[in-house]
C-alpha cells in the first residue's frame, strides 16, 4: 500500500552513462515533483508537474529530463552523469501545489 | 520558492525532555510545513500551519507562526527514542506554482 514509490533504491553508476529513476503514486495527487537531497542533507526541488505539465524547473542543468506518462507516474532521466550528481533522489506527490507534499523512500546514486 | 532555516543545527535531549526547535523564513508565506526525516529515508509530513493560524498541536507536537517575526517554532514534548530524526520546515509563498525548498534542517538526537 506504498503511497509514492520510487526504483530502484540504490543506483551506482559510471560517469558518463545515462540513467533513469521511476516514482509512481498510488494517491491520486495532481502535482508530483523531484527533489535532490546533497551529502550537506540540503533538500532541493527540482522539477515538479501537475496535470502532465512542467510548472517549475529549478535551475537543473537539461542533462536531467522528467517524464510522466500519466498522472500517477513522474520518472526522472539523467544523461551524461557526472560526479556531482551523486545525491539521493526523493520524489513526492501533493494534491495541489498548496498542500503537504508525500515523499518516496527515495534513491541513491553514487556516480563513480 | 523561498527556503526555511532552522536553528539549532543539532539538538541532543534525555528522553522524556521536551525539544523545541525554530525556523526563519525571509518573505511572506501562505503556509508553512514541518516535515521528519529519518536517517536513510524519505520525508513525512507532520504540520501544516497557515498564515493566518497562530497555533497548532498534532498529538504530542505543537508548532506556532510569528508571521510578524517571520519565525515558527515546533516543540516536542515527551520526547522518545524514535523521535530521533532531522526536522525541515518549508515555508510556502503564494503567487502560483512554487515548489517547497528546505533547509539543513535540524538533527534531533534523543538519548535514551
Known amino acids: 500500500d506504498t503511497a509514492v514509490s520510487q526504483t530502484p533504491k540504490y543506483l551506482v553508476t559510471q560517469m558518463g552513462n545515462d540513467k533513469s529513476i521511476k516514482c509512481e503514486q498510488n494517491?491520486?495527487?495532481?502535482?508530483m515533483y523531484w527533489y535532490k537531497q546533497d551529502s550537506k542533507k540540503f533538500l532541493k526541488i527540482m522539477f515538479s508537474?501537475?496535470?502532465?505539465?512542467?510548472?517549475i524547473n529549478e535551475t537543473v542543468p537539461n542533462r536531467f529530463s522528467p517524464k510522466s506518462p500519466d498522472k500517477a507516474h513522474l520518472n526522472l532521466h539523467i544523461n551524461s552523469l557526472e560526479l556531482g550528481d551523486s545525491a539521493v533522489y526523493f520524489c513526492?506527490?501533493?494534491?495541489?501545489?498548496?498542500?503537504?507534499?508525500?515523499f518516496g523512500p527515495g534513491t541513491r546514486l553514487t556516480v563513480l | 520558492s523561498q527556503q526555511g532555516e532552522e536553528d539549532p543545527q543539532a539538538l541532543s535531549i534525555q528522553e522524556g525532555e521536551n525539544a523545541t526547535m525554530n525556523c526563519s523564513y525571509k518573505?511572506?508565506?501562505?503556509?508553512l510545513q514541518w516535515y521528519r526525516q529519518n536517517s536513510g529515508r524519505g520525508l513525512v509530513h507532520l504540520i501544516l500551519i497557515r498564515s493566518n493560524e497562530r497555533e497548532k498541536h498534532s498529538g504530542r507536537l505543537r508548532v506556532t507562526l510569528d508571521t510578524s517575526k517571520k519565525s515558527s517554532s515546533l516543540l516536542i514534548t515527551a520526547s522518545r527514542a524514535a523521535d530521533t530524526a532531522s526536522y525541515f520546515c518549508a515555508p510556502r509563498s503564494g503567487g502560483g506554482a512554487d515548489g517547497l525548498t528546505f533547509g539543513k534542517g535540524t538533527h534531533l538526537i534523543i538519548q535514551p
Open positions: 494517491l491520486g495527487h495532481d502535482t
Open positions: 513526492a506527490s501533493s494534491q495541489g501545489v498548496e498542500d503537504q507534499r508525500s
Open positions: 508537474y501537475n496535470n502532465k505539465e512542467l510548472i
Open positions: 518573505t511572506s508565506i501562505n503556509n
